[in-house]
């Protein structure tokens, strides 16, 4: 039995919203996006008086999720692409700077294997100052499958896969 892709969005939306900042007014213009999700973390330790700082590490995290019934290639690479242009401005390297990455999910009531294999060779990756001093940025990608509950993610979305068979587990449970 396949769920329905509204009532799967508010549980995705829950879900994010534990440690993300919901954006619900971002706008991207004739694209499906749903909503994006803001991370921001700031670690440091200081040497007893916080103007004795030792170390700080931030980590920074943009998740654009896009719902549409059917989601064909090109409108998923047009919403990658956007996606990446919406975020990079939003990087700030530094010292301090860890990584930002970009997130792009897509929800849709049936996955062909065009868009699948979109999603699967989708990458990017920048580094931010000589080896990386300053960060880097990567494209985390994942397309999910309401008809067939399945999830297809590209090299380094991995967690993603875990994450959304967790959601997947958690509605069994409550049916």
């Known amino acids: 039995m396949a769920i329905e892709r509204s009532l799967f969005l508010e549980i995705v939306k829950d879900a994010y919203s534990a440690y993300y900042s919901i954006v619900d007014d971002a706008q991207a213009p004739d694209l499906p996006l749903a909503f994006r999700a803001d991370y921001k973390s700031r670690d440091e330790q200081y040497f007893f008086v916080k103007s004795a700082n030792i170390w700080g590490n931030e980590k920074n995290e943009y998740a654009y999720v896009f719902s549409a019934p059917e989601i064909d290639p090109a409108t998923a690479q047009k919403c990658l692409d956007w996606a990446l242009q919406d975020m990079l401005p939003r990087v700030k390297p530094h010292k301090e700077h860890q990584y ?45 499958d309401l008809s067939t509950e399945t999830v297809v993610t590209n090299r380094v979305g991995h967690g993603l896969e875990d994450f959304f068979r967790k959601l997947f587990a958690l509605r069994h449970e409550e049916a």
Not at 127 to 139: D, H, K, N, R
């Open 100 to 144: 930002t990455n970009c997130k792009a999910v897509f929800i849709s009531d049936t996955l062909s294997d065009e868009t699948a294999q979109t999603v699967k060779k989708s990458k990017f990756s920048k580094s931010y100052g000589f080896l990386s001093t300053q960060g880097y940025t990567e494209l985390i990608a994942a397309a999910v």
